[in-house]
């Protein structure tokens, strides 16, 4: 099999999935139920990444699993009608397509429950795309920038880490969430990787209780991190490495909507970077993507 010429120009590796949000602008506590709207569109990590990369610009290919069933061929579709390259999908007919479900109040967020066991179960399968031909070959391996998520299980993630198929890539890793922080361990010490965190998933990663997130990303290098960008919500944003460290604020905005805001600001900062912008640059525009976001508008 040949490598295509149309090759997508960076790679988002995790959960492409269902995502079932009820939102509310209502106070809630455990147990209420309250007026509010409930939606279902696309999501997961890696598919977040990849359409908010698609609107600035790039080309995004997916690779994940999805079920041969009939929400999957629905996502299959709206993936496509968006401009995603869907050719490192794996189809898997004993797989049921995941799904992710969240409760959002005053803008923030409430309970979640992400199913991505159909990811776990298909594991190392889902890389094939990278040494079949489809996006490339063990003596052509991808170079670009490749955004991974932490719904991948631990097992997988560390076998990424150590693999040469990944040896040449811009690796970009975001953990999912703050209980899957810890699973992205095997890239503090990757010479590759820059790890995308919120200050709780910081210190998870690090044993810490930083105050702020230059005292996370602080945490983060001395453990060995050779990049990182952690944001703290509505405060300060840094992207710190060896050279030094650089911060920005976000704009102060009405929170409408939380999920997807730390996916949106990666794929934000990645793009801009793609772009040739500086660092202070690259990560004033990506506070402000999320801020956006995080308004209820698109970036």
């Not at 939606?39 to 290919?61: D, E, K, Q, S």
């Not at 298909?122 to 932490?150: C, F, M, S």
């Not at 990303?217 to 001395?222: D, H, S, V, Y």
Request: charged share 20%; net charge negative.
């Amino acid at each position: 099999m040949q490598i295509m010429t149309d090759s997508p120009d960076i790679l988002c590796i995790g959960s492409v999935l269902w995502d079932i949000i009820g939102r509310t602008p209502l106070h809630m506590a455990p147990g209420n139920d309250k007026p509010g709207r409930i939606a279902r569109g696309p999501g997961g990590v890696a598919l977040n990444i990849a359409m908010t990369l698609r609107r600035f610009g790039m080309r995004p290919g997916l690779v994940s699993v999805l079920g041969d069933d009939a929400a999957g061929r629905e996502l299959m579709a709206a993936c496509a009608a968006m401009g995603l390259d869907c050719r490192g999908l794996l189809i898997d007919p004993d797989l049921p397509t995941d799904c992710y479900m969240a409760i959002e109040a005053e803008g923030a967020l409430v309970a979640a429950l992400a199913d991505a066991h159909s990811l776990e179960a298909a594991g190392a399968r889902i890389l094939a795309p990278l040494t079949d031909g489809r996006l490339a070959r063990p003596e052509a391996p991808w170079t670009g920038p490749i955004a991974i998520d932490g719904n991948l299980t631990e097992a997988l993630l560390t076998e990424i880490a150590g693999s040469p198929v990944f040896a040449f890539a811009d690796l970009r890793l975001a953990p999912a969430s703050p209980g899957k922080a810890e699973r992205l361990r095997p890239f503090l010490r990757h010479p590759r990787a820059t790890l995308y965190v919120n200050r709780e998933e910081a210190g998870l990663l690090t044993g810490t209780r930083p105050a702020n997130a230059a005292a996370a990303a602080a945490a983060l290098l001395a453990h060995g991190a050779r990049r990182v960008l952690v944001t703290a919500g509505a405060e300060m944003a840094v992207d710190a490495d060896a050279t030094g460290t650089i911060s920005a604020v976000p704009p102060p905005v009405e929170a409408h909507r939380i999920t997807g805001a730390g996916d949106t600001f990666m794929a934000a900062h990645v793009a801009a970077e793609q772009s040739g912008l500086s660092r202070e640059a690259a990560l004033a525009r990506a506070v402000r993507a999320a801020a956006t976001y995080v308004s209820g508008e698109d970036p």
